[in-house]
């Protein structure tokens, strides 16, 4: 995810990437490498980063954030923290940080490797206006970016988060469908992302409902007609909705919130 970033971030002309420094475990090479491709300074230690940065993201698991985040405490001073750590709280975050630090805090998603990516972003107390503003430009070269309150990243997390593995599978479905009634793979993997991501801009393009969008293509009787009721009698609407209550739940049962 930092490459994809980093790649967004250079592409839409927001920062270069000799202005950019990152840090890495010894052993990760392969990102080490890649941010050399761009320009970047790399170590192996945090604290320098954080030292010639004023925008500083946190891009670690996030059992490690405590610790990486008290390593450089005593240099975060005045600085903005952009954190991606999933499940890591704001007061998780600014504990671990100088008073005087700001935080934001992002959920991103995987499409943000294809530059397609949907976020949001919750401001910590520190978090400026200007943070705000910068924070939505940077994620917004990766995608789309919106402001939540913080008690809705575990249903996002869930949704936007998740909700990538969830059209995976379905695209897969699609696909394998259209295999056993004669299609060749290849074609049918095509076809079948192509229409997801079609229909997803015309759902978001158009401003119209989704279910209108859907009595479009329905005609009385026909195939459409056909293939929806046997999603209906399979719960296909039921198993979507659920598959997003239980990921909300998983992550309220992670991050400790009811």
């Excluded at 903005?80 to 890591?88: P, T």
């Amino acid at each position: 995810m930092a490459q994809a970033m980093a790649k967004g971030f250079i592409s839409a002309g927001l920062t270069k990437g000799d202005n950019m420094v990152a840090s890495f475990h010894p052993s990760d090479q392969p990102n080490i490498e890649a941010f050399k491709s761009f320009g970047a300074k790399t170590f192996v230690e945090n604290l320098p980063v954080v030292k010639q940065s004023e925008v500083v993201f946190i891009s670690v698991k996030p059992s490690t954030v405590p610790s990486v985040l008290g390593n450089v405490q005593p240099a975060s001073d005045g600085k903005l923290f952009i954190s991606i750590a999933m499940g890591v709280t704001l007061a998780e975050l600014e504990k671990s940080l100088s008073t005087k630090a700001r935080v934001v805090r992002v959920m991103p998603n995987i499409p943000a490797l294809a530059r397609s990516g949907a976020s949001v972003y919750v401001r910590g107390k520190g978090a400026t206006t200007e943070d705000c503003t910068l924070t939505q430009a940077l994620f917004e070269a990766i995608g789309t970016c919106e402001e939540v309150p913080e008690n809705l990243i575990d249903p996002i997390t869930a949704l936007s988060g998740s909700g990538p593995a969830y059209v995976f599978v379905l695209i897969e479905a699609l696909a394998d469908g259209a295999v056993r009634m004669g299609l060749p793979r290849d074609l049918a993997y095509r076809l079948a992302s192509q229409t997801v991501l079609g229909s997803g801009k015309l759902v978001r393009e158009s401003g119209r409902h989704p279910g209108q969008l859907k009595d479009d293509v329905t005609s009385p009787a026909g195939s459409t007609a056909a293939g929806l009721a046997f999603l209906e009698q399979n719960a296909f609407r039921h198993a979507v909705a659920g598959a997003v209550e239980a990921a909300t739940l998983r992550c309220r049962e992670v991050s400790g919130n009811k």
